[in-house]
């Protein structure tokens, strides 16, 4: 457990540097730990919630948060995300998804944002509602909060500032994150709740010491090309790991 704790931190660290809250490689590192398939969604979510929404405060009381187009994307997204929690997703089916999730969004976060001025959105940007329901589906069914798929488009698309992004990241994140564990909560038990807690308390109380630091890097100090970079590599690691069965 310290081992894993020790990478729950890290995790957490380097997400909420970008404004994730790193419920696909929690999920993933508990998955290669041999935890109860059931109960990663459940876990993965609650630590998504104490990591961004402390990042989402921070990011908005420096200003950094696009509230209209945050709040747009993020309204659409969450009723897809509990939809999402609700259906039910066989093992075998929950792990390649997520490794899949994983490896590509990592690839797509290595990708170089083309040399135009900060902020200048392509002509792509102003349909990114349209990949919100989706996104949000596809946390909600595999127990993350969404956010890895959604930034890496809102770079590619230059749709806001890479500090913006990483602000609607955070609370697009952090609805989701509770809608879909609402819908995961009902499909699996809300008593599920209380046995993910029971058993991965020191990885929360982890997670929330990792986020903090992160988050706070995110707004004063880290370049953000270097903590992308860092994400990604991370991100892909653990998708393979998770796809050729650990």
Known sequence: MPLLAAAFA???LLYASVGFGGGSTYSA???LSGFDYQLLPVLSLACNIVVVGGSTVRFARAGLTPWRGAALLTAIAAPAAFLGGLTPIKEAAFLTLLGVSLVLTGLTLLVPQAPTPEGTPTRVARWMPLAAAPIGYLAGLVGIGGGI?????????????ARAVAATAALFILVNSLFGLGGQLIKNGPERMGEAISLGLPLVIAVAIGGQVGSLLAVRFLPQTAIRWLTAALTIW???RLLIGG
């Open 238 to 240: 653990v998708g393979g």
């Open 10 to 12: 890290l995790t957490a």
């Open 29 to 31: 590192l508990l998955a």
């Open 149 to 161: 798929f959604l930034a890496p488009l809102l770079h590619l698309t230059r749709w806001n500032s």
